[in-house]
C-alpha cells in the first residue's frame, strides 16, 4: 500500500507527541497554540505508534549509513555507525550537558573526566557501552534500553531491526491532558511588560463590559450602564467605533450584551419604563430585530454553542423568568416562561439542551425543548448563602456545575455533591473552568480558577469521581490589588487576572510567577482599599472598583475596561498601530508567545 504524501501536519504531530512523551509540556502547548488547536482530532492521529519520531529517525539513520558506507568504486560496503557519521566522528558526551549548566559555559568537560556514552535512541548496534538510568537524554525507550541491556535482556526489534515498532507498546501518557509536566523547560527571569507599545480608545463613560466578537479578534464591544458601543480595529488605520446605544440622560439603561457563538448578532437589553426590550445588531452595528418586551429588567442573556436558541433572564428581588427564545422560529410572543422564586444571579449553558442557574440557596437545572421547564434543584446546605456564579461543562459522563457564593468564599459542585469551604480569605468576585479540548473530556477531572479580593488567584484541581480537591496555584496580585475578574485563554494555555488598574497574565501549567503584566500609568503609587466586586456578567451595575476582561477568539489579545478608561496594548510587533487615539478607557493585551 502506497504511502500518502508527507505533510507538515504529519511532521507537526511527531514532534508535539515527541514532546509530550518526553515530558516537555511547555514546548508542546506552544507548538499547539502554532499549529492546531486539538492534533488529536487529526485522522491519523489514533494510528501513531509510542516514541513513533524517535523510531522514525532511527530507520532514517540506518538508510543513510546504508547509503553513505556503500564504496561505489570497489563495490564493497564498509560499516559504520550511522550516527557518528551523521553528527560527525565524536561521540556525544553526556557529562557536557551536566558541565554546561553547572559552568554556564560552551565549552565541554575533558573526555577523561565524563562517560563517553553515545545516543542513539534505540539503535542496537551503536550502543557498546552500558548507559546510566540518569542519562541527560529526553526519557524515551533509550532509556528503558539502557536497563535492559544491563540485565542481559535483548531488546524486541521489528523487522528492520527498529525498536518500539513492532512489540506491544504500552497506552502513551500525554501530558497536556492529565496536566502534568516532568520539566519546566524555559522560566522567564522577569514578566513580559505590555505597556511600552499603548494605544488607547475613547469610551467617555464608565465600562462594565468588554466583549470580543467570537472567532473574530477583530471586532470588540464596550458597554456601560447608559451605552453599548462597536469597535472595529486595525492596525493600519484608526479603530472605528458605531454607537448602539446611547441613554446618557436618560432614565433608560443598559442591563444585558450577548454575542451569538457565530458572531453573526448581538443582543443588547435595555430597561425603561418598568419593562425590558431586546434589540438585536449586525456585525456592522445595525439593528436588525426587535424582539417582544418582557414586563422585568432583562438581568442576564445567554446564547447556546453553535445555536440559535437564546436563554432571557428576567429577574427582580423576589422572582425570576427564564424565557427561552430560538432566533429561527420567531414568534410574536416569547413561549411561557420558567419561574423561579429567587432571584438569578447567573447562568449557564451544559451542552445543547441544558442550563444550571443559581440563586439564593439553590442551584437550578433546566432543559429545553420548545421552551424552558425546571428539572431539578440543588439546595445547599446555607439556605440564605447567594450562589452569584455558576459555569459549567459536559465531560463524557456527565454535566458538571460549578458555582460560587461570594460572602462565604464557598466554590460547590453540586451536581457532583463537591464543596470547597473558605476558599478565599475575602469575597470570590469570578470563577472560571479551564476549557478542555474534545480528547481531554473523558478525564473525570477538572480544572477550576476562583477569583478573590484578598489579592488571590487560585487554581484548583478536582476530581470528579472521587471527589478530591488540591490547590495547584495561588496567584498573587500584589498588595491590596483585588482580583476583581478574570478567565482563561480560550485553549485554557493562559489565566488572566484584572484589578482596578492592572492585568496579569500567567501560564497555567506553570504558576508562579506572571509571565506578562500591564500597568496603567502612575499606578504604582496609588494604593485603595478593596472593593467588592459584582457579576457584571448578568447586567448588575458595577460599583467604582469592577473590571472586564475578556479574551479574543485567538487567546493573543485581551480586552480590558476598568473605571472610565478603555486601553490597547499591542505587543512589540503591532507597535505599527500610530492610528489610534492616545486616551484611556479599555486595555486589550497583545500576547505575543
Not at 419604563?273 to 456585525?283: A, F, H, S, W
Request: proline letters at 6%; one cysteine or more.
Amino acid at each position: 500500500m502506497a504511502h500518502p504524501d508527507l505533510t507538515s501536519h504529519h511532521v507537526n504531530y511527531l514532534i508535539w507527541r515527541y514532546l509530550q512523551e518526553s515530558g516537555h509540556a511547555d514546548a508542546a502547548v506552544s507548538l499547539q497554540r502554532a499549529w492546531f488547536p486539538d492534533p488529536q482530532n487529526l485522522p491519523f492521529a489514533p494510528y501513531i505508534r509510542t516514541h513513533a519520531l524517535v523510531s522514525l529517525v532511527q530507520k532514517g539513520l540506518q538508510y543513510h549509513e546504508l547509503e553513505s558506507s556503500i564504496d561505489k568504486v570497489r563495490g564493497q560496503c564498509h560499516r559504520h555507525s550511522p550516527v557518528a557519521i551523521f553528527f560527525g566522528p565524536e561521540p556525544f558526551e553526556t557529562g557536557f550537558l551536566k558541565t554546561h549548566d553547572a559552568a554556564g559555559t560552551d565549552q565541554p568537560s575533558s573526555p577523561s573526566k565524563v562517560a563517553r556514552d553515545r545516543v542513539t535512541n534505540g539503535h542496537p548496534e551503536a550502543l557498546t557501552v552500558k548507559r546510566s538510568r540518569k542519562s541527560e537524554t529526553n526519557g524515551d525507550e533509550s532509556m528503558e534500553l539502557d536497563e535492559a541491556r544491563s540485565k542481559g535482556t535483548p531488546e524486541p526489534l521489528d523487522g528492520d531491526g527498529d525498536v518500539s515498532m513492532g512489540a506491544e507498546e504500552p497506552e502513551p501518557t500525554f501530558t497536556l491532558t492529565t496536566g502534568s509536566s516532568v520539566g519546566v523547560q524555559i522560566t522567564p527571569a522577569k514578566a513580559a511588560d505590555l505597556a511600552p507599545d499603548t494605544a488607547c480608545l475613547d469610551i467617555g463613560a464608565h465600562v462594565t463590559q468588554t466583549m470580543w466578537r467570537p472567532r473574530d479578534p477583530t471586532v470588540v464591544v464596550a458597554a456601560g450602564d447608559t451605552f453599548c458601543s462597536l469597535w472595529k480595529l486595525s492596525l493600519s488605520s484608526t479603530p472605528v467605533q458605531k454607537k448602539l446605544v446611547d441613554l446618557k440622560g436618560s432614565n433608560s439603561c443598559v442591563s444585558a450584551v450577548a454575542w451569538d457563538t457565530a458572531g453573526e448578532k448581538l443582543a443588547v437589553a435595555t430597561y425603561s419604563d418598568l419593562r425590558g426590550t431586546i434589540t438585536m445588531y449586525n456585525v456592522n452595528g445595525d439593528a436588525v430585530d426587535l424582539l417582544p418586551e418582557v414586563p422585568r429588567l432583562i438581568t442576564g442573556l445567554h446564547w447556546a454553542e453553535d445555536s440559535s436558541q437564546l436563554v432571557v433572564v428576567a429577574s427582580d428581588t423576589r422572582i425570576s423568568e427564564l424565557a427561552l427564545w430560538d432566533d429561527t422560529r420567531r414568534p410574536d410572543v416569547f413561549p411561557p416562561p420558567q419561574v423561579i422564586k429567587s432571584p438569578i444571579y447567573d447562568l449557564a449553558w451544559c451542552g445543547r439542551n441544558q442550563v444550571f442557574a443559581c440563586g439564593d440557596g439553590s442551584v437550578y437545572q433546566c432543559e429545553m425543548d420548545n421552551s424552558i421547564r425546571l428539572t431539578k434543584t440543588f439546595p445547599s446546605n446555607e439556605p440564605d448563602a447567594a450562589w452569584q456564579f455558576i459555569r459549567c461543562m459536559h465531560t463524557d459522563s456527565s454535566a458538571v456545575a460549578v458555582t460560587a457564593c461570594s460572602a462565604t468564599a464557598t466554590i460547590w459542585i453540586p451536581t457532583h455533591d463537591i464543596l470547597i469551604e473558605n476558599a478565599h480569605k475575602g469575597d470570590i468576585t469570578a470563577i472560571e473552568v479551564r476549557p478542555q479540548a474534545q480528547a481531554q473530556r473523558r478525564n473525570s477531572s477538572i480544572v477550576v480558577a476562583s477569583f478573590s479580593t484578598d489579592d488571590d488567584v487560585k487554581v484548583w484541581h478536582v476530581d470528579l469521581e472521587s471527589k478530591h480537591f488540591d490547590c495547584l496555584h495561588r496567584l498573587r496580585l500584589g498588595p491590596s490589588l483585588p482580583a476583581l475578574t478574570g478567565g482563561f485563554s480560550p485553549d485554557g494555555y493562559a489565566l488572566g487576572a484584572a484589578s482596578k488598574d492592572r492585568v496579569l497574565i500567567w501560564n497555567v501549567e506553570r504558576g508562579g510567577h506572571p509571565m506578562a503584566t500591564w500597568a496603567a500609568p502612575g499606578s504604582e503609587d496609588v494604593k485603595e482599599e478593596p472593593d467588592r466586586a459584582t457579576n457584571e456578567q448578568n447586567g448588575h451595575a458595577a460599583s467604582i472598583g469592577d473590571s472586564a476582561l475578556s479574551w479574543d477568539a485567538d487567546g493573543k489579545r485581551l480586552a480590558y475596561g476598568f473605571g472610565h478608561q478603555v486601553r490597547i496594548l499591542f505587543g512589540p510587533r503591532s507597535s505599527q498601530n500610530q492610528g489610534v487615539a492616545n486616551s484611556s478607557q479599555m486595555a486589550i493585551v497583545n500576547l505575543q508567545r
